[in-house]
Each structure stands twice: as structure tokens, then as C-alpha cells.
């Protein structure tokens, strides 16, 4: 397994929003969206970029990323998805893997 392929896993391996698993279109999201500068520069990176799937492994899967599809991603950035149902989502895909 390449790290790309394990951070997909690592973060539930779908979409924690409608479940879609093709990691052609998966991109690591930043849970807490702030509308920083940091946002600016990587609020999401594709699932598959190794680069970013290392990162993220030497920091051990941080907490603020989470997996979503490019069609959910936009759906969070135009503020249509409902955040407080995600974290409970997201809570769930962390379990299955912990
Ligand atoms: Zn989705």
C-alpha cells in the first residue's frame, strides 16, 4: 500500500458525506474551515496527492482533515452542507478505523 492509498484509508477510505469512494475524486478536507490563509493555500489537496499523504502521515493523520468528494467540497463551501451532521460522520469514519 502507497501512503496515498493509506491516508484514503487511514481517513475512511469514501466521501464521509455520500460514501463515494473513487479516490479520483476525493480530496482531503479541512474540517475547521476559517477563512485563514492556511485555507487559502491547502484548505484541500486531491486524495491523490502523494506529497500531501506524506505530510499528513508525519503528522500522524492529524484530526482537522477529512475525506470528501469534490461534489460535497463545493456543496461545504457554498455552505449546503449541514457541518453538525458531517462531524458526527466523520466521528463515525474515524471509529472504523481506530
Ligand atoms: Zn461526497
Same mark, same amino acid.
Given at each position: 500500500?502507497?501512503?496515498?492509498?493509506?491516508?484514503?484509508?487511514?481517513?475512511?477510505?469514501?466521501?464521509?458525506?455520500? %460514501? !463515494?469512494?473513487?479516490?479520483?475524486? $476525493?480530496?482531503?478536507?479541512?474540517?475547521? =474551515?476559517?477563512?485563514? #490563509?492556511?485555507?487559502?493555500? +491547502?484548505?484541500?489537496?486531491?486524495?491523490? %496527492? !502523494?506529497?500531501?499523504?506524506?505530510? $499528513?502521515?508525519?503528522?500522524?493523520?492529524? =484530526?482537522?482533515?477529512? #475525506?470528501?468528494?469534490?461534489? +460535497?467540497?463545493?456543496?461545504?463551501?457554498? %455552505?449546503?452542507?449541514?457541518?453538525?451532521? $458531517?462531524?458526527?460522520?466523520?466521528?463515525?469514519?474515524?471509529?472504523?478505523?481506530?
Amino acid at each position: 500500500m502507497n501512503v496515498k492509498e493509506e491516508a484514503i484509508t487511514v481517513y475512511g477510505g469514501m466521501c464521509i458525506n455520500c %460514501g !463515494a469512494s473513487d479516490y479520483r475524486i $476525493l480530496c482531503f478536507d479541512h474540517v475547521y =474551515d476559517d477563512g485563514n #490563509l492556511r485555507r487559502k493555500k +491547502c484548505s484541500y489537496e486531491r486524495a491523490g %496527492g !502523494a506529497k500531501f499523504a506524506a505530510k $499528513l502521515k508525519r503528522e500522524g493523520w492529524p =484530526d482537522y482533515i477529512q #475525506l470528501l468528494c469534490f461534489n +460535497c467540497n463545493h456543496l461545504k463551501r457554498i %455552505g449546503e452542507l449541514d457541518v453538525k451532521a $458531517l462531524n458526527i460522520k466523520r466521528q463515525m469514519a474515524r471509529n472504523s478505523y481506530q
